[in-house]
């Protein structure tokens, strides 16, 4: 099974009428068990890409479409940049959310809700309400919900990109733990080039006006354990040579 | 030498300044203490101004005799099912107003060209159509709730975060699902609010409708011994409805505690 990202395009109308082409002639896939990271400026379409994949933003041209899936719905799920938690609903009800649509049996989903609420470390808080979780909570509640429906695809915008730089580096560490526990398909979006080449198995670099892809890196790096001293130097080569690609670019996004 | 201190304290610790429960009863009962002074030195007469020990004690004779429960009971059942049916179908019209928007360009001129019509007018019009009976207090009460409930509700539905519904579409939801689950307990908040602005409105429209056009009910008590002149039995009616109103508040109050736990 793959994911193919097919010639996509995508022109916005902007409020004084001019169109406004956020994305051009977009072409990668992405493989069973890839994680798969986009970066570029702000601006650069990120957000939008991610959209269409997610079915939440028709395409103005191209498709997107999954590959050998056998007579069976894909199955996405997305962890949103504002979170997105319903206030009404304790951890626990969050979590089952995407279950509850699947109408699986009431102790399946018991068990996976508890399965995944204990990955993401909040048994405790089962219970709570969103507003009585800290920021980095609350995404990992986000994250839980996500997991728990088991996606085909699991999509990420900027999840970390409102907690603080601690925080931060302990979720991307708890996000490669769980991952490789799951091994889902993953597409995640990030302007942190650090966390790209920390997370990825194939790191998209976009450029802007028009968002198109400048250029697709593998980072040949073991999954885990990429922050230790022995590959620093691989690790720092990546980062800078990915800088490099979108440097120009991002000073350009900062005099508009 | 000694060091000068400066402590800082808190500036705006009267936000979170607590009160004393007492404290809410404190202005009723001094409102009662003096209307009773007022009315014990006779500067008006009790035919004008009965003392409030006095409305009681008429209050719980018309209680021991039957005519309170007798006139109380019809008043109830008009405004329990006016109110009903309102909210249940201004909530449902205003989450489909708010969710389709082929409904809201159809349906929300119409509402808003029948909503500034204060519906009392309506009555007559009411009881040429449907008699005199029950069906056309029940109708008028259900309508004067109708408005207020559409209309919250409809900016309640406006004002769920778009993020949450497209969470719940990617996690699956069919439209209906998104309605139930997302929308209208988002919307809740601003229904409630709707539903407290129509047990004004509806309590209003209950004592209007039986003035008008009802041989019993609270309403037309007050009515009657208003015309007679038995200012302390008008009262204890008057008093009836005050407390109508609190315990319909009250009971608003605990549904809405009930069903909110997360805000
Ligand atoms: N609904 C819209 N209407 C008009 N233009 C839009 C709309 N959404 C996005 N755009 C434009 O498309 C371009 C890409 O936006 P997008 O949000 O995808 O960027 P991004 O890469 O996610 O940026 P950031 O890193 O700041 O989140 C921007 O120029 C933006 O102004
Ligand atoms: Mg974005």
Known sequence: MKIVIENVGKTFTSAKKEQVTALEDI????????????????????STLLNIVGGLLSPSSGSVYFEGMMDKEPNLAIVFQEIAL???????????????????????????ADFYIDMVGLTEFKDAYPKQLSGGMKQRVGIGRALAVEPDLLLMDEPFSALDAQTRTLMQEELLTIWNRTQLSTLYVTHNIQEAVYLADRVIVLSRHPGQIKSIIDIDLPKMGRGEEQYRDKFERYADEIWQLIRNDAVEALKE | MTVHKQIITNRVAFLEKKVPLYASALGLIGLLVLWEIICSTKIVSP???????????????????????????????????????????????????GFSKWADAIGTPVVYAIYPIPKIA????????????????????????????????????????????????TFGSNHFNVIRKVILPGALP?????????????????VAAEMIA???????????????????????????????????????????NKLLPWR
């Open chain 2, 190 to 206: 601003m229904i409630f609010a709707g539903l407290k602005l129509a047990a004004g409105t509806s309590l209003l429209l209950l």
């Open chain 2, 214 to 256: 009802a041989q019993n009910g609270i309403g037309s008590m007050v009515l009657h011994y208003g015309n007679l002149m038995i200012t302390t039995k008008l009262m204890v009616g008057v008093l009836v409805l005050s407390l109508l109103g609190l315990t319909f508040n009250r009971l608003l109050q605990w549904l809405e």
């Open chain 1, 86 to 112: 319903f206030p009404w609903r304790t951890v626990y009800q969050n979590v089952i959310y995407g279950l509850e649509e699947k109408k699986v049996s009431k102790q399946e989903l018991k068990e996976k």
């Open chain 2, 122 to 169: 309506l009555l007559p019009l009411f009881v040429l159509w449907l008699g005199i009976g029950e069906l056309s207090k029940v109708t008028i009460i259900a309508l004067g709730v109708f408005f207020p409930v559409v209309i919250n509700t409809f900016s309640g539905v406006k004002s769920v975060d778009q993020i949450l519904i497209k969470a719940a579409v």
């Open chain 1, 27 to 46: 072409n990668f896939s992405i493989d069973e068990k890839e994680f798969v990271v986009l970066v570029g400026p702000s601006g650069c379409g990120k």
């Open chain 2, 47 to 97: 035919l004008f101004l009965p003392a409030p020990s006095a409305i009681v004690v008429t209050g719980w004779d018309m209680l021991i005799s039957g005519e309170i429960t007798r006139n109380l009971g019809p008043s109830l059942y008009r405004i329990g099912l006016g109110y009903t049916i309102g909210s249940v179908v201004g909530i449902l019209v205003g989450l489909i107003l």
